[in-house]
């Protein structure tokens, strides 16, 4: 069974930084599309940011600018350096990971989308006080 486990959240004062961290280690092919996504209370699951086994990356319109998205392929590990954190980042952070579309499948619209993915982290806290 695929497992994605997530690391890397905390709590900052706004303005602050963090990085998270999402491994797969039980899965050896390459991912074609992984991507964070966060959730405030009561709220819904946003994309935050996606990148596919290009490269090619996405980012949400709240986020551009201030977060970065990375991968490594051969060791199917994905980062999000946050930086600028503002009190509204404050969320439960997930991984998420699809491999059973070929890559052109990952348009930017569907890479922030909830139903694109199969297999999800079980989140990381990001708390950002002011």
Known sequence: QVQLVESGGGSVQSGGSLTLACAVPNYSPHIPC??????????????????????????ADSVKGRFAV????????????MNSLRPEDTAMHFCAADFARPLTYYTRTKVLDVGTYHYWGQGTQVTVSS
């Not at 992984?34 to 946003?46: I, K």
């Not at 990375?70 to 350096?81: A, E, Y």
């Open 70 to 81: 990375s991968r490594d392929n051969d060791k199917n590990t994905l980062t999000l350096q």
């Open 34 to 59: 992984m991507g964070w996504f966060r959730q405030a209370p009561g709220r819904e699951r946003e994309g935050v940011a996606a990148i596919d086994s290009e490269g090619k990356t996405t980012y």
